[in-house]
């Protein structure tokens, strides 16, 4: 029998060492970005393995729109992204009056298609905006090497991605510029909200740095605690307050240290899937390379078309059997403001439409028990059995 009543998409695990590393951020008085913000970077550029630098960010959006001015990304500039994402992956280009170039994505796997990120590239394209979908690691190699081939910027949206690996390495420590990591509430890890951008360009590191709290060029903790004067700072550039809190931090400090154990958790997880859904008019997520990791954000489901149920019907028969699902993405080229300002149509993206008809989203987060995961199964068996 399930432990809970109804079966939500996802809910975070917070445990008793991050709620006590809250508590004393708090009691600490500061609360801001301040030790614990400054703690948390050096936790995770030191997790991720490499000469990299983490600047915490208070959103994945934020950390993004970072990512981009300090490329240099400037008004009328292209930058190529898949339209199989979330809005943001694409609001933040509009951020710096630049135009983002929606492409099609690959049927296996919901990735971006390096064949059409070529086609795509004109004069005016100045980066490509890899997104890894639902924690599976797109094709870097090729990307990185159309990038060098035309001399363009890459930023990845790893908003799903942690902790993914491409060819043995961990995503945000490939060659791409700046790669750009969520912990919103639903994520393998979470600090409530926000992000991390992490680079191994000092420069880019540096303006991320000013331009996350109003271009001034001191942070916060550094003026307040250091001398020369402790009370003096300069606004070199106009900013943004994009600046992690201390509070979220804490959360983040702990929440990374059990990261490993959630991955595997995870991943057991969409194995028990995988061999529960077996032989359903479904097709089942794709696994990583062999020796690669699969971050295993979402367990996305593609209903076939002899399930004989819509993806809508079959969402709300599951939520009559006390099960919540969600759908990912909802392509760009779908929603109005998209679709009216950059002239889209369906038939532009027929991969991605495709997807977005079959897709759902079932709950997978590390708080299920084998009880939870079990009714899941059930219920999608009794759905499809009952069509």
Same mark, same amino acid.
């Given at each position: ?38 703690? /948390?970077?050096?936790?995770?550029? %030191? ?6 630098? !983490?600047? %915490? ?7 993004? @729109? ?12 292209? +930058? ?7 809005? %943001? ?37 100045? %980066?490509?905006?890899? +997104?890894? /979908?639902?924690?599976? !690691? ?54 409530? #909200? $926000? $992000?991390?951008? +992490? ?61 490993? $154990? ?15 859904? #077996? $032989? ?6 794709? @696994? ?5 990791? @699969? ?10 078309? #002899? ?25 760009? @080229? ?18 991605? *439409? ?18 939870? *995961? ?14």
């Amino acid at each position: 029998m399930s432990t809970t009543a109804f079966i939500p998409f996802a809910l975070p695990e917070i445990g008793e060492e991050e709620i006590q590393e809250v508590v004393s951020a708090l009691r600490s008085g500061w609360v801001t970005t301040g030790p614990k913000t400054r703690q /948390f970077e050096q936790d995770f550029s %030191a997790f991720l393995g490499s000469d990299v630098e !983490s600047i %915490a960010v208070n959103s994945a959006t934020a950390g993004l @729109h970072l990512a981009l001015e300090a490329i240099g990304i400037e008004p009328g500039d292209e +930058v190529i992204l898949p339209s199989y994402t979330f809005t %943001a992956t694409a609001e933040v280009v509009r951020y710096l009056g630049a135009i983002p170039v929606m492409v099609d994505v690959l049927d296996q796997n919901f990735n971006i298609d390096p064949l059409a990120v070529e086609a795509a590239i004109t004069p005016r394209t100045r %980066a490509i905006m890899p +997104v890894h /979908f639902a924690g599976l !690691s797109c094709d870097m190699d090729a990307l990185l090497a159309i990038a060098q081939r035309h001399g363009l910027k890459v930023v990845e949206d790893a908003a799903h991605a942690l902790p993914t690996t491409w060819a043995g390495r961990n995503i945000g420590t490939l060659s791409s510029d700046v790669t750009v990591f969520s912990f919103y509430a639903n994520k393998t890890m979470t600090t409530g #909200e $926000g $992000g991390m951008v +992490v680079t191994r360009n000092p420069e880019i590191a540096k303006r991320c740095r000013i331009m996350r709290l109003h271009g001034i060029s001191r942070d916060a903790f550094d003026r307040y605690v250091s001398t020369s004067p402790a009370w003096f700072y300069e606004v070199v550039a106009p900013g943004f307050k994009y600046n992690m809190t201390d509070v979220a931090a804490a959360m983040g400090i702990h929440q990374l240290r059990r990261l490993k $154990g959630f991955q595997l958790k995870r991943e057991a997880m969409a194995l028990v899937y995988d061999a529960g859904l #077996e $032989g359903l008019p479904v097709i089942l997520p794709c @696994h990583a390379p062999a020796g690669d990791i @699969h971050a295993r954000h979402l367990y996305p489901v593609r209903l076939l078309p #002899e399930a004989g149920i819509s993806r809508d019907e079959f969402i709300v028969k599951m939520s009559e059997q006390g099960v919540g699902c969600s759908v990912h993405f909802i392509p760009l @080229h779908l929603h109005p403001y998209w679709r009216e300002s950059c002239k889209l149509t369906p038939d532009m993206f027929p991969v991605s *439409q495709k997807l977005f008809e079959q897709e759902v989203s079932i709950p997978l987060y590390t708080r299920m028990t084998e009880e939870d *995961q079990q009714h899941v199964i059930n219920a999608i068996h009794k759905v499809l059995q009952d069509v």
